[in-house]
């Protein structure tokens, strides 16, 4: 564990961040599925909440086994929706609700904190409602 991913723990924790841990070799796994490194910050998260998350996304996929396909359904939806835009070769979606609506960052290997990203069915774009996925786990704790 990086001190910057403990730096991300200890803040979460603060914050109030609950779940049940990801074990490291599942973790692990999913870095090599997805062929990206994983950002601290997002680490982090899964070592407190991705086999079991918080209560306020409770009934969303983000957790345990789901991570290993969200990116493929994030690309079904947007086909669905007429390609309003191609997601990034780096895009890790980390969250998807109902089918309707997704959650990712883009993991360059570089930003230990990424900024996120929003998708909801049938719009012409994404949002970035946050800055720093860190900002995004402060809203949801």
Not at 63 to 71: A, E, I, M, S
Not at 91 to 105: E, R
Request: hydrophobic share 35%.
């Amino acid at each position: 564990m990086t001190s910057d991913e403990t730096s991300f723990i200890n803040r979460y924790r603060r914050l109030g961040l609950s779940g049940v841990p990801m074990d490291s070799s599942s973790i692990n796994r999913l870095e090599e599925h997805l062929g990206l490194p994983i950002p601290a910050a997002y680490r982090a998260y899964l070592n407190i909440a991705g086999a079991e998350p918080p209560p306020k996304l409770v009934g969303s996929d983000c957790h345990d086994h789901y991570l290993f396909n969200l990116h493929e359904w994030a690309n079904e939806l947007l086909k669905e929706s007429g390609d309003p835009f191609r997601l990034p070769d780096d895009a890790i979606v980390f969250l998807m609700h109902q089918g309707y609506q997704f959650f990712y960052f883009r993991a360059d290997g570089v930003n230990d904190d990424p900024a996120v990203y929003y998708y909801f069915e049938d719009r012409p774009a994404c949002e970035n409602p946050y800055d720093r996925f860190s900002d995004w786990v402060a809203a949801i704790v």
